[in-house]
């Protein structure tokens, strides 16, 4: 099943992985100051509510595809 992913989803998907590599760099520099720490726990709340944001319109994208192949499927059945 093929599904033609957004671009809109596409740009947050890049933004969430450039995010999670600064929190990656920053993290491992062995050292943060408390308001490295503010702005890391800031971003993991917006990383978060975005990946459920994502999540729930890529099952849409899925549910979408299915019912769009259904009748397709339907008619090669009835042929077999």
Known sequence: M???I??????????I???VAALKATCSTGWTTEAQLA???VAMAHL?????RLHRQLKGLR???RQNEAPFVAMIGDAA
Do not use: K, N
């Open 2 to 4: 093929a599904v033609d």
């Open 48 to 52: 978060r509510g975005e990946s459920r």
């Open 39 to 41: 702005r890391a726990e």
């Open 17 to 19: 992985s450039s995010d």
């Open 63 to 65: 549910a979408s595809a």
């Open 6 to 15: 957004p671009h809109d989803v596409l740009v947050r998907v890049t933004a």
